[in-house]
């Protein structure tokens, strides 16, 4: 009984032409009513076609191969197949491996990297294109998003450049590429500029462009990264016009489901979004770029949630995850923000971690200082590619480790004084260790940052209702420090030599080289007189120094001028460590330019302003509070 069941399901699984042959030999041997129930029964099985992912060879990443191997994935998804191509779409049988460099020595014309079908065409992979684009000012994001993907095993992706010299860079890269012909400028572009503005309407202009190719086009944000191949989560939803991310920061689910569509009360995100070639989306893509081109005032997302939300509902059926909108025909499903993460689910709230789930995206939203916030943001989280020089830095690192007493992390309320006393706590060991920093010519690792309070825009009592923040938590630097302006070239005569800095999760990151790591010296703080507890360079033991509290500028300049060729030196504390700038021209120069190195918190209820600035040298000030300010002319920071 059991070879039949075995040869049985052979056939039911089989391609119809292997059917036909099948049904000849069973007709010979059993009876019709047999033959008509099998055939029957084989129908509601899904075919081995070759265009669906399950066929496809694995991946180098097995959770992102596999559904058998993915924790993510539900019951009912082992029955679910992808959208097979259309029988008139030619398929990419043979990828064109990234990051082969061209044996070429000349840079090909610029028109063979014009848009089209054709060009798209020699990408896809199972009718999927993968796609993001941006200007030369952002393509160490690009390489890292292409990176992110490449690891995964996914090559079905095309970048659109915006100047042609990120053209010219990526094709001399080995990266796929075509010219959007958007003459855009090179540089950055600041979040809500007129540049910024225009680069969300070349989406919409790229998306309206690329549907009519009939391709389901993966839409992304060059600020965001895969950390797990997205493909097979998409094809659980075949039937969905538009799958997209959101900001939502409440769980609406707790597993990997799709969110709750009438749960979700933020704005949908035009950073992550799924399109598939349908009447209906064709037609949202259409007005969007109609909408965006009729007015230069509109964001490309508040466009994309005005259309989207013009009707809401109901959802497509009694058991389905997806809802009718926009036309009342087009098929809308919203991203669980759990694994499809923001920058608040992921580095605020970590909130897949919470629900114990694997996340498919990082995208770093919610937010601040700009590009360098979000480049910091991803060096945090391991997920940026630098260079190797990056972590070998000339003059090597310093780092040190914080001491927090458990009463300012843990007793009392969370509240906007117990913040803060942990905050300022903080500041001031950093503070000495930038200072430490300049005078060795080191580039100081900064130390997680715990905070008791989230930082928005708005009045908050402390983290969000509904939310999963857990309090106090490790919070990215750019909640307390402007990363962007500790990473600026500051006019050295008036404030001082530049002070380096990388994120404080530098020494976990893989990329971090052993030659590096070998060379490491522990300086362990005591109290001159103490024992053999004097200023010198002689170690007590391999690798570790007792050096004096309190030492002076000269003091800490002599002693470790005997270790510069040591790439780390690591403090065991930074509490008490420096006595103070010997030179008064020095030190106001130090001060100027690290005043400027901290932020605001945001945001205070029922006060206009409502946020606080943090202060660098609040310990001088025997009257400092964490208070706003308290009129217009005293809305400035501490300098």
Not at 265 to 279: C, E, K, L, M, Q
Request: charged letters at 20%; proline letters at 8%; aromatic letters at 12%.
């Amino acid at each position: 009984m059991g070879g039949w069941r075995n040869w049985y399901q052979e056939v039911v699984n089989s391609k119809p032409l292997f059917l036909t042959i099948y049904t000849t030999v069973i007709v010979g041997i059993v009876v019709s009513s047999f033959y008509v129930f099998s055939a029957v029964y084989s129908s509601s099985f899904p075919s081995t076609d070759s265009s669906n992912w399950l066929s496809s060879p694995p991946l180098s990443i097995p959770d992102s191969s596999n559904i058998s191997q993915a924790p993510n994935f539900s019951q009912h998804t082992m029955t679910m197949r992808t959208i097979p191509p259309p029988a008139s779409q030619p398929q990419s049988t043979g990828l064109k491996p990234i990051w082969e460099v061209p044996k070429t020595e000349k840079m090909p014309p610029l028109k063979t990297f014009q848009l089209s079908k054709e060009l798209v065409e020699q990408r896809v992979k199972d009718n999927v294109i993968i796609m993001t684009f941006g200007n030369f000012a952002f393509m160490d994001f690009i390489l890292t998003w292409v990176k992110h993907l490449t690891d995964l095993g996914i090559s079905n992706l095309l970048i659109g450049a915006m100047d042609t010299k990120l053209v010219e860079a990526l094709y001399w890269k080995g990266v796929p590429v075509f010219d959007m012909g958007s003459h855009l400028s090179t540089l950055d572009v600041g979040w809500g500029s007129p540049t910024f503005h225009k680069m969300g309407r070349e989406k919409a202009i790229l998306i309206d462009s690329v549907l009519p190719f009939g391709y389901e086009l993966l839409m992304c944000d060059t600020d965001m990264v895969w950390l797990k191949n997205p493909l097979p989560y998409l094809a659980r939803y075949p039937d969905a016009d538009i799958l997209t991310s959101s900001d939502q920061v409440v769980p609406t689910v707790v597993d990997d489901r799709l969110d709750i569509w009438h749960q979700v009360t933020a704005s949908y995100n035009v950073g992550i979004f799924h399109w598939r070639p349908t009447d209906s989306a064709k037609k949202l893509a259409k007005e969007w770029k109609e909408m965006l081109l009729a007015d230069d005032k509109i964001w490309d997302q508040t466009g994309f949630n005005d259309l989207i939300r013009r009707q809401l509902g109901p959802s497509v059926d009694g058991d389905s995850e997806l809802a009718y909108a926009y036309d009342g025909n087009l098929k809308l499903g919203v991203l669980p923000a759990s694994i499809f993460c923001s920058g608040h689910t992921y580095f605020v709230q970590a909130m897949y971690q919470q629900l114990r789930l694997e996340p498919y995206a990082v995208h770093t939203t919610f937010q601040y200082a700009g590009t360098e916030g979000k480049r910091h943001r991803l060096r945090e989280g391991m997920f940026f590619y630098d260079p190797p020089e990056y972590y070998d830095a000339p003059g090597g690192f310093l780092l040190f480790k914080p001491s927090i007493p458990k009463s300012l992390l843990l007793d009392g309320e969370h509240t906007v004084e117990s913040h803060f006393s942990l905050i300022n706590y903080q500041i001031k060991q950093i503070r000495t260790a930038l200072a430490i920093a300049s005078l060795l010519n080191r580039t100081l690792v900064m130390p997680p940052l715990w905070c008791r309070l989230d930082r928005l825009w708005f009045p908050h009592p402390g983290v969000l209702v509904g939310s999963l923040t857990r309090q106090p938590f490790i919070c990215p630097l750019d909640h307390v420090f402007e990363v962007n302006i500790m990473l600026k070239e500051l006019a050295p005569e008036e404030f001082g030599h530049g002070i380096r800095i990388r994120e404080y999760s530098f020494f976990d990151n893989p990329s971090m080289p052993q030659q590096v790591v070998d060379s490491w010296l522990e300086v362990q703080l005591c109290q001159e007189g103490a024992g053999d507890c004097h200023a010198s360079s002689n170690t007590t033991q391999l690798g570790v120094l007792k050096f004096p509290k309190h030492s002076s500028e000269e003091t800490l300049k002599t002693v470790f001028s005997s270790f510069k060729d040591v790439k780390v030196i690591q403090f065991s504390s930074m509490q008490d460590a420096f006595q103070g700038f010997t030179d008064k021209t020095i030190e106001e120069k130090f001060k100027r330019r690290v005043k400027r190195y901290l932020g605001i918190w945001c945001c205070v209820d029922n006060h206009t302003p409502g946020h606080i600035y943090y202060d660098m040298y609040w310990d001088e000030k025997p009257d400092w509070k964490p208070l706003p300010p308290q009129t217009p002319e005293d809305d400035h920071p501490p300098w």
